[in-house]
């Protein structure tokens, strides 16, 4: 008698036939350890082949249990955000599932049919200039209200760069400014084109500590007058124009480009195009520093080909690169990367400070109309994002790549 399998088949007795295949599916877990509380309260221990974290999921109904088989990862999310399961550590639990990237890719692949119109649904989503601004509002005019409860002061939406351990996140946030300042080598009364300027954080710092001529460009109304008011407030509009323009669209000649997490937005198609703007706005022996987050370079290829959930639920149109891609792009448009540094552990503590804050701003969210299943579906965002970096399967740095001639 296989009493492994009579013992397994005890644990699954009364479990409905979704809920059986899904946990058949995730006990091929590689490593670690994930607790399964069942809606009737009893636990079942799936355990990996090797070592590893542990986590726990407590199911609330079965129908969690369908989402994941016909939905994949994405039908996993979404059952999270309906309330049909919950875990003491979401950002832990999304960390065990990143080292299982195999069952996750395979296993829980979900339906064709469903994977193949989430695709559709993406592509019809390019970042045009019209489906740019419109993808954008998506995410970024939820309202600076939102976005003030619980980033930090300087209101910038990037990786941080921890100088130290006991560093707070204003100060790492400025540190990863100063970082990218140092890196292109910016001087006083350069001319500075900024690609994404978001609030205006970089483009205050580049006026006030370096003396920096900066124009900077954003697409986002809500970060446009935020960005407008904060520099005049600052004292630096002889130094500083915010403008509410598509990158395309800029012309003339730069000394320096910095784009901080701008590129993700930009959509595989529009590289080149992206590229391009870098190479005819840089003056001959100009700078760009990049900040970017990148998927790595073993994963790009299955990346590429599926729809997961920050694209079709946060970053509508949006497509992460890798390093390599972005190093071949630097010198087909004849600006190689000369220096570069990578910092995803300091991503994965920045989410956790987010998460932290926005934990913490939820009455005052409320406040503002947002409700929980809104809830649920950033705090499933930052978790799966941090859980990303912990696990290493998504970075990033800043490169900075110089035009030739």
């Not at 970024?140 to 921890?162: P, Q, R």
């Not at 600052?234 to 997490?261: M, T």
């Given at each position: 008698?296989?009493?492994?399998?009579?013992?397994?088949?005890?644990?699954?007795d009364?479990?409905?036939?979704?809920?059986?295949?899904?946990?058949?599916?995730?006990?091929?877990?590689?490593?670690?350890?994930?607790?399964?509380?069942?809606?009737?309260?009893?636990?079942?221990?799936?355990?990996?082949?090797?070592?590893?974290?542990?986590?726990?999921?407590?199911?609330?109904?079965?129908?969690?249990?369908?989402?994941?088989?016909?939905?994949?990862?994405?039908?996993?999310?979404?059952a999270?955000?309906?309330?049909?399961?919950t875990?003491?550590?979401?950002?832990?639990?999304?960390?065990?599932?990143?080292?299982?990237?195999?069952?996750?890719?395979?296993?829980?692949?979900?339906?064709?049919?469903?994977?193949?119109?989430?695709?559709?649904?993406?592509?019809?989503?390019?970042?045009?200039?019209?489906?740019?601004?419109?993808?954008?509002?998506?995410?970024?005019?939820?309202g600076?209200?939102?976005?003030?409860?619980?980033?930090?002061?300087?209101?910038?939406?990037?990786?941080?760069?921890?100088?130290?351990?006991?560093?707070?996140?204003?100060?790492?946030?400025?540190?990863?400014?100063?970082?990218?300042?140092?890196?292109?080598?910016?001087?006083?009364?350069?001319?500075?084109?900024?690609?994404?300027?978001?609030?205006?954080?970089?483009?205050?710092?580049?006026?006030?500590?370096?003396?920096?001529?900066?124009?900077?460009?954003t697409?986002?109304?809500?970060?446009?007058?935020?960005?407008?008011?904060?520099?005049?407030?600052?004292?630096?509009?002889?130094?500083?124009?915010?403008?509410?323009q598509?990158?395309?669209?800029?012309?003339?000649?730069?000394?320096?480009?910095?784009?901080?997490?701008?590129?993700?937005?930009?959509?595989?198609?529009?590289?080149?195009?992206?590229?391009?703007?870098?190479?005819?706005?840089?003056?001959?022996?100009?700078?760009?520093?990049?900040?970017?987050?990148?998927?790595?370079?073993e994963?790009?290829?299955?990346?590429?080909?599926?729809?997961?959930?920050?694209?079709?639920?946060?970053?509508?149109?949006?497509?992460?690169?890798s390093?390599?891609?972005?190093?071949a792009?630097?010198?087909?448009?004849?600006?190689p990367?000369?220096?570069e540094?990578?910092?995803?552990?300091?991503?994965?503590?920045?989410?956790?400070?987010?998460?932290?804050?926005?934990?913490?701003?939820?009455?005052?969210?409320?406040?503002?109309?947002?409700?929980?299943?809104?809830?649920r579906?950033?705090?499933?965002?930052?978790?799966?994002?941090?859980?990303?970096?912990?696990?290493?399967?998504?970075?990033?740095?800043?490169?900075?790549?110089?035009?030739?001639?």
């Amino acid at each position: 008698m296989d009493l492994a399998a009579t013992h397994q088949a005890m644990q699954f007795d009364g479990v409905p036939f979704f809920g059986r295949l899904a946990l058949r599916l995730a006990s091929q877990l590689r490593c670690g350890t994930v607790h399964v509380r069942l809606p009737d309260h009893r636990m079942v221990t799936l355990r990996g082949q090797l070592p590893g974290p542990s986590a726990t999921i407590e199911l609330n109904n079965y129908r969690f249990a369908r989402s994941l088989v016909i939905g994949g990862d994405i039908g996993m999310a979404e059952a999270y955000i309906r309330g049909d399961w919950t875990t003491p550590d979401l950002a832990q639990l999304l960390y065990v599932l990143c080292l299982n990237e195999d069952l996750v890719d395979n296993a829980f692949a979900g339906n064709m049919l469903v994977r193949l119109c989430r695709r559709a649904v993406h592509l019809l989503r390019r970042n045009t200039r019209q489906g740019s601004r419109h993808n954008i509002h998506r995410h970024y005019d939820l309202g600076n209200e939102f976005f003030a409860a619980w980033l930090d002061s300087s209101m910038t939406y990037s990786s941080a760069l921890f100088p130290a351990e006991t560093a707070d996140l204003p100060a790492a946030q400025e540190h990863k400014y100063e970082q990218l300042a140092q890196a292109i080598e910016l001087q006083p009364g350069q001319s500075v084109l900024e690609i994404g300027c978001g609030w205006g954080g970089f483009a205050e710092f580049a006026a006030k500590t370096y003396g920096a001529s900066v124009l900077a460009l954003t697409i986002s109304k809500e970060q446009h007058d935020f960005a407008r008011r904060r520099i005049h407030e600052a004292g630096l509009a002889e130094k500083v124009e915010i403008r509410l323009q598509d990158y395309r669209d800029q012309d003339g000649r730069f000394d320096r480009i910095a784009s901080i997490e701008m590129i993700e937005a930009v959509g595989e198609q529009f590289w080149p195009a992206y590229f391009n703007q870098l190479n005819q706005r840089l003056k001959p022996g100009g700078l760009a520093g990049i900040q970017a987050i990148t998927v790595s370079d073993e994963l790009f290829g299955s990346y590429r080909q599926r729809v997961d959930f920050i694209q079709r639920y946060i970053f509508p149109g949006g497509m992460l690169p890798s390093t390599n891609i972005l190093r071949a792009l630097g010198e087909r448009f004849e600006m190689p990367v000369i220096r570069e540094r990578l910092f995803g552990q300091d991503y994965a503590r920045t989410l956790s400070l987010w998460r932290d804050n926005f934990s913490q701003a939820w009455t005052d969210l409320t406040a503002l109309g947002f409700d929980e299943p809104f809830r649920r579906l950033w705090e499933y965002y930052l978790c799966y994002c941090e859980a990303g970096f912990r696990a290493g399967k998504i970075d990033v740095g800043q490169l900075v790549f110089a035009r030739r001639g």
